[in-house]
């Protein structure tokens, strides 16, 4: 009996790291792909602009604030990438520490990214994009502007409870990728749009399946923030009151 208890308990122990192993590595791939396509989408109208030529696509001058906004931008998935990879290596304290960090880019995203989308119209409708489009891309960006701090904050209060920090982040992650990352992706790189914000969501779930087989309740609490704000965000960018805010801003 002792021997088969001890088997058991052998078992055990040796089931532990690999369920935790996969856990991490969920996390570090999924955050590595974001900022692999983060790049890549916006590659040939800010990373890549000092290499001409650059292709054909509409683009107005990288002003200071646009500057600011994409390096604020890539700084967090950069962040989002090496946390993961901290957590998976266990050093959870480095993670505490560049949590601050963290912390201070999303505050200077929150402060940044008005400017950037109010600016954005007039710019936008210079370059010849079409106005429809345009609403789109401002109202999503107004519900990311809601979503993605109360996401963050929410998750830095429960930092003490990984498991529903990490989905938090991660969704606060989705809700910044999915708009203008896979809008970039779709109609200038001709990318089938398969990081959309309700494939994202459903990525989480289906991971929360696979490893506790059931839907965690950040990841349910969470999703359906994120999806909410998004079809309001969609409502109001068809709406009267939508077309008024376009119209006042050109």
Not at 9 to 17: D, E, G, K, N, R
Not at 142 to 147: A, K, M, R
Not at 167 to 180: D, E, I, K, T, V
Not at 229 to 249: H, W
């Amino acid at each position: 009996m002792n021997a088969t208890i001890e088997t058991e308990s052998q078992s055990v122990t040796l089931s532990a790291p690999t369920v935790a192993q996969r856990s991490h590595a969920f996390f570090v791939v999924v955050a590595f792909t974001m900022f692999a396509a983060l790049l890549a989408a916006f590659g040939p109208t800010f990373f890549l602009r000092p290499f001409p030529p650059v292709p054909p696509i509409p683009v107005g001058p990288l002003t200071p604030y646009i500057t600011i906004h994409g390096v604020v931008l890539t700084a967090w998935f950069a962040l989002f990438c090496a946390q993961t990879c901290l957590v998976a290596a266990g050093r959870t304290d480095l993670h505490r520490r560049l949590g601050v960090v963290a912390v201070i880019v999303a505050i200077a995203f929150v402060v940044i990214t008005p400017v950037v989308n109010f600016q954005f119209v007039p710019r936008a409708l210079a370059l010849g994009v079409d106005v429809s489009r345009v609403r789109s891309m401002v109202f999503g960006n107004l519900g990311t502007l809601i979503v993605f701090p109360v996401l963050v904050a929410t998750a830095v209060k429960l930092r003490s409870q990984p498991e529903s920090h990490k989905r938090l982040m991660l969704l606060a992650c989705f809700s910044l990728f999915a708009g203008p990352a896979t809008d970039r992706l779709t109609q200038y790189l001709g990318i089938h749009d398969w990081f959309n914000l309700p494939f994202l969501v459903a990525l989480l779930v289906g991971y929360d399946l696979c490893t506790i087989k059931r839907v965690h309740s950040a990841t349910s609490n969470g999703g359906l923030l994120v999806l909410g704000v998004r079809l309001l965000s969609t409502y109001f960018a068809t709406s009267e009151m939508g077309r008024a805010l376009i119209d006042a801003l050109r």
